[in-house]
Structures are given as C-alpha cells and as structure tokens.
C-alpha cells in the first residue's frame, strides 16, 4: 500500500528552517505541501513554462495558514489568553482555524462590507468573535498596533515575524519540486509580507548552496491600491480584489528589500486586466482562484507584453486563495439557464449545440 499520507503541516516537514524548540506543540492542520501546477495555455501564451503555486489547497483555502501555524504555535507556547489580527478576511479565516486548534479565543477585524462571503463564512464558523469596522483594512491595522503592549495579546498580522518563517516555506516547495529556483516569481502584493517570505526563502536556499540562483520577486498590486507604484500610501484603496485592498502595507520596506535584492519589480494591474485574468486561469487552465490571486497572473500576462519573459524559462505565480472565497464576484456577471424538464431530449439538445 502506498503510504500517501506522511505530511504532517510544514513545520515537521522544514523543522530545522523553523524556529520550533524540541517538543514544543505545534499547532497544525497539516498546511502546506500545495500542489505546482504546470499551466500549458498560459504557457504558450507567453512561450514560458508557468506554473501556478495552488494556495488555495491550503486548509483555510489560502497561503494564510503557512504563518498562522508559525505564530499560533509561538503564541500558544507564549501562554497568550487572546489573538487578534486585522483582516481583509484570508488572515482571518486563518486565524479563526488555528486559533480553535489552539483553544485560544481570537478576535478578527474586518472592514465593513469588503470583505468575500467564503471568508466570513470561515470566521464564523470557527467561532471568531467577528468586528466589523467603519473602516478599511489599514485603520484596522492601527487599531491593532495600539494593543502591543499588552503581553497577554497575541498580535497575528504578519508584523508577528514569526508569520514570515512559516510562509517562507513555500519558496523552500517550489524549489524542491523544480529541483531548482524558477527564473521569475510572480505574486499578489497587499499587505506586503509574503513576497518578503519568498524572497527570504529563496535566498535562503541559496545560501546554503541547495539552489544557485533566486527569481526576480515581481510583484502585483491593484491599481486603485497600489501604494508601491505611487510611492506613498493610498488613503482610500478601491479595488474588486478585496483582499488586496490596503493602502498602507505594514511591510513596505520589507517588500522594497525583495524586490531590489532579487532585481524585480512591484507594478500595478487595472480590476479589468485582474479579472481577465481571473477568468483565463480558470476557464483555460482549470485553476479557481481568487480576484486578489489573479494580480499574478495578469502581472505575467503584461509581463509578457513588454517582453519580459525570456523563451522558456522557468516561471511561477502565486494564487495566493482559492476562489470558492468569493462566489459573488464568480457569480456576477453568469446567467444561469432557465429550468427545463429533465428529459433525455434536453440533454441531448445541449450536447448537439456543443
Ligand atoms: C488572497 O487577509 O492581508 O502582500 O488580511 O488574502 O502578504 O498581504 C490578505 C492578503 C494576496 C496579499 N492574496 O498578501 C488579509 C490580507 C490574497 C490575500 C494577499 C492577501 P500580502
């Protein structure tokens, strides 16, 4: 018999890459381990080997539960009697796992009305104690900065570093399942820590010989949030990619450090070239992904058009969530056929049009 089943969360699997002391309780719903999936039709769009680095397999169903399995773990071994973060709603629905694993109530901050129904189905589920802000993600943030100083709270957005070590992990898989680092990495940038992730998994990898080289970190914002283009941040972010809706990304510099260490860039993509994008990965390479996920992939597509991709390299994009989080914007604009009677003759009549 095939034993399929030896994975066991990301900090067994990298223990020696992750500050875990021996018999510390690792709080784990076996994250990780997501599948790189070669994507031939954007492949041969852009005359590349791409492959989509599937978040969404995640358990929560996005890239989130790579650092909370780090900082809920520290917080728990911490003996923190409360977790709270501020969310778009991913970090959220993480949180919200993780934090149950770990007996531990959490509080989640949600800016009202913007955050996708999956996700807030996840925070309720999992017994959240849910606040919905008059407010964007980032006055979230701040709201959540000011409690620092109160030891028996464990802050959980990815100013926690210990959010960072775990996500690093997912460089550490895309390089051992290539057997090398990709040429170019591209990934959706919000808050900003995971492209910094990467890039510090990347690097160390290298450092210590496993790879020879690390990919040109492209990042990908929404346009109408897209504090790395402009330079400064963006008072009112506005974009259908709710989850990468914040206008001051708390690792900035972070983020800045990735990209001109790895010699890349961070650019911006209009909702429109989001959600084409969006709508070709799914329709064409049978990936579901999230609007905020789909910045990856319409950051290569635009890539390609200023002829940035190099023949047959070796390209990865993050699709940081899977796209069951937000069935609305995936139900927007479809018609669903009216009903007819379930006979053969329907059926066939369909068949015959195809
Ligand atoms: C699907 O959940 O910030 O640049 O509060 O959910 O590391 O912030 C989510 C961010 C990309 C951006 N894709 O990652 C939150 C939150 C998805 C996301 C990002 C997020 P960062």
């Excluded at 994975?7 to 018999?23: E, F, H, K, S, V």
């Excluded at 070239?273 to 992939?297: C, N, Q, R, T």
Aim: with cysteine; charged share 20%; proline share 5%.
């Amino acid at each position: 018999m095939n034993n399929l089943n030896t994975w066991t969360g990301l900090i067994n699997a990298y223990r020696d890459r992750m500050p875990i002391d021996q018999g510390e309780e690792v709080i784990t719903l076996h994250e990780g381990n997501t599948p790189l999936v070669p994507l031939p039709y954007i492949s041969d769009l852009v005359g590349a080997n791409v492959y989509a680095k599937v978040e969404g397999a995640n358990p929560t169903g996005s890239f989130k539960d790579r650092g909370m399995t780090m900082a809920v773990t520290k917080a728990k071994s911490q003996g923190k009697k409360v977790l709270i973060c501020a969310s778009t709603g991913n970090t959220s629905a993480a949180l919200a796992a993780y934090a149950t694993r770990a007996q531990i109530p959490c509080v989640v901050l949600i800016p009202k009305g913007k955050i996708a129904l999956g996700k807030l189905a996840q925070a309720v589920m999992h017994g959240a104690h849910i606040m919905q802000i008059n407010g964007n993600f980032d006055e979230g943030l701040r709201l959540v900065r000011e409690l620092s100083e109160i030891d028996s709270v464990g802050i959980m957005n990815s100013i926690n570093p210990f959010r960072v070590q775990g996500q690093k992990s997912a460089a550490f898989e895309i390089c051992d399942a290539l057997g090398k680092a990709p040429d170019q990495h591209f990934i959706p940038v919000g808050n900003a820590a995971n492209i910094y992730a990467y890039w510090v998994g990347y690097q160390e990898y290298e450092q210590d010989g496993i790879t020879s080289s690390s990919p040109k970190m492209r990042g990908v914002q929404a346009d109408g949030s897209a504090p790395f283009v402009y330079g400064f941040p963006v008072e009112n972010p506005e974009t259908i990619a709710t989850a990468i809706r914040i206008g001051a990304p708390a690792s900035y510099e972070k983020a800045l450090t990735a990209r001109d260490e790895s010699g890349g860039s961070i650019t911006a993509q209009t909702d429109e070239k989001i959600l084409h994008a969006y709508k070709m990965i799914a329709s064409k390479d049978g990936v579901f992904v999230e609007p905020g996920s789909a910045a990856s992939i319409a950051g290569l597509l635009a890539a390609h058009e200023n002829n940035e991709i190099v023949k047959d390299s070796t390209i990865v994009c993050t699709v940081t969530g899977h796209g069951l989080k937000d069935p609305d914007t995936a139900t927007a604009d479809i018609q669903i056929p009216a009903a007819v009677d379930p006979s053969l003759e329907s059926v066939m009549s369909l068949i015959d049009r195809l």
